[in-house]
């Protein structure tokens, strides 16, 4: 209980923050008027397929009292379908404790769809849900599960993206944490920090041939009487 007020504090300030750097940077929009432009400047910033490592923390909301933060670890694979939509699969390893009771490796397995919301952007917030599998070490324990989530990602350079997210998982089963007491299963929460690294780039990419005039080559801005 004092883990999910925790998480509720913590999530209410990063829904805060997401709101007010969404409304920042929808000033930083242009209208865009012409797809193919639009599109190029997606691969200008991001490509079609990206890896995606993150380092975080977790922690159980269960049936015992004292839940522990504990660290987590990510790796994924993204493709991009459209600019503003990818499918991702992601291994993600972590622990659950509760203070002085319970202290359990797990990893899951998870397939999310996420839609980019300012793809054409350096920066831009990111929703996204799906399915997954969990297991504790040695797939003791397994079932499968749901999860949700959102986040914020700054291209830094490009191709190189850093992100920060929080997803929520609930699992089908109220045996997480070894015990089954109450009326609903156990769930866990996820705070995480990485970096998108997009490739691809040069096979999706416009390249300009040699001598090949680019649109604002083509459309000067001064007029050269």
Known sequence: MIAKQLYIKAIAFFIISLFHTTLF???LVQTEND???RNENFKEFRANNAIDIALGTSVINGDFVDPMFE????IGYKRHLTPHLNINFGYNKF???YKDQFNEGFMSFDLNVECLLLPHQRFSPFVFAGGGYNASNYFK???TKFQGGGGIEYIVTDGFGLKLYTDYNYVLSDELDGLIAGNSDDTYFRIGFGINYYF???SSKTKLKKGE???IKSNPIIDKN
């Open 25 to 27: 940077s929808q000033d």
């Open 35 to 37: 797809s193919l432009f």
């Open 71 to 74: 660290i987590f670890t990510h």
């Open 95 to 97: 622990n659950l404790a």
């Open 141 to 143: 324990q397994t079932a």
């Open 200 to 202: 691809g780039a040069n």
């Open 213 to 215: 005039k680019s649109i």
